[in-house]
């Protein structure tokens, strides 16, 4: 009952903050499952699995978390087990076998575990090199018969410290464990080296990869544009290949590559402020067919979206700026993790408060 309702609140309240995008099968993968992600933006990664899997997921998260107030509540009242980091504490680093250990017989019980292998957050567009703890955990669960299966999660924000901006979770094909496993204890080190490379080819195909963030942009503007040209819609895996044209262009012609992205940066910077969806949206003829209906349509929203505004400004306006202040001097790869918990709190305070004014005056 615990799990299910963290996972319903934080769910629905990461809709609230991002615009999240789902690129997955209709059907969670069932049995043991270790689900394996990029990690750029601090604790919302972790959370965005509530939204991937209906499933009850055990989290594998860094020792010092469980100390925090909230933070660390919530953590063992969602059973996650905790990983004992060298940089964190070395003395401590002995009890990861128990860790391990847990996290190996929840696999063998049929448990998903979600875990992320780049060993910590960061804000580098590329995928770090990977850790070899999720490799040993999947192949000791296999060897006690476990059909253990590994699947790649993609997190792709396109400003990941920016409210209301988007994110895509994209879940990549199953990795099957037992294929990897060791005919014997000496080829122990080879079986966990490939499989841990086997898990990065799987996160490459699901992430973009891209050698600065500044790319981005660029990326998904070529994308609508050739959506567009295509009349169907915007498609994952063709991100992922015009990220692959985009560091080949790069590494070629620097020069030339540099111009093109700020023109098509400017571009799609002119598309969003005209919300064009449409190819028609684009068109540089300015017909009364076309202007009327924008005109009738834009006065609309201004005669009765203004009072509404209004009304919202003067409920909300003042709690709205804290969470960006609270998270002013936070690196990048935890502004937004500070920024959600800063905003669930103040909500719930600022509806407390609201609700007790309302019927005081009532």
Known sequence: MFYACV????????????????????????GPVLFVGNHPNGLIDPALVFILTRRQVTFMAKAPLFKLP????????????PVYRKQDDPTQMGRNEGTLDAAKGA?????AIT??????????????????????????????????????????????????????????????????????????QDAVRALTERVAEGLRAVTLNLEQWADLPVVQVAEQLY????GGTLDAERLRLWARGVR?????????YERLRQHLSSFGHRMSLVQASRPEDLSVE????????????????????????????????????????AARRAELDVQATVKFLTAVVVSVVWWWGLTAVAAVWG
């Open 227 to 230: 959506a567009f040209r295509q």
């Open 248 to 256: 080949l262009f790069r590494t070629q012609e620097p020069e030339r």
């Open 7 to 30: 996972r319903a609140v934080v769910a629905l309240a990461l809709r609230l903050f991002y615009r999240v995008k789902v690129n997955a099968p209709g059907e969670a993968p069932s």
């Open 70 to 81: 909230v933070i660390g509540w919530l953590l063992k009242g969602l059973d996650a087990l």
């Open 115 to 188: 875990i992320f292998p780049e060993g910590k957050s960061h804000s580098e567009p590329e995928l770090a090199e990977l850790k070899t703890g999720a490799a040993r955990i999947a192949l000791n669960a296999a060897r006690e018969g476990a059909p253990v299966r590994i699947v790649p999660v993609g997190l792709t924000y396109a400003e990941k410290n920016v409210f209301r901006s988007e994110v895509l979770i994209d879940q990549g094909a199953p990795i099957d464990v037992t294929a990897f496993l060791p005919k014997d204890a000496a080829s122990e």
């Open 286 to 325: 300015y017909r009364p067919g076309n202007v009327v209906p924008f005109a009738v349509k834009t006065l609309l929203r201004l005669v009765f979206g203004l009072p509404l505004f209004a009304l919202g400004l003067a409920l909300f306006g003042l709690p709205y700026p804290l969470p960006r202040m």
């Open 107 to 111: 696999l063998v019980q049929g448990r």
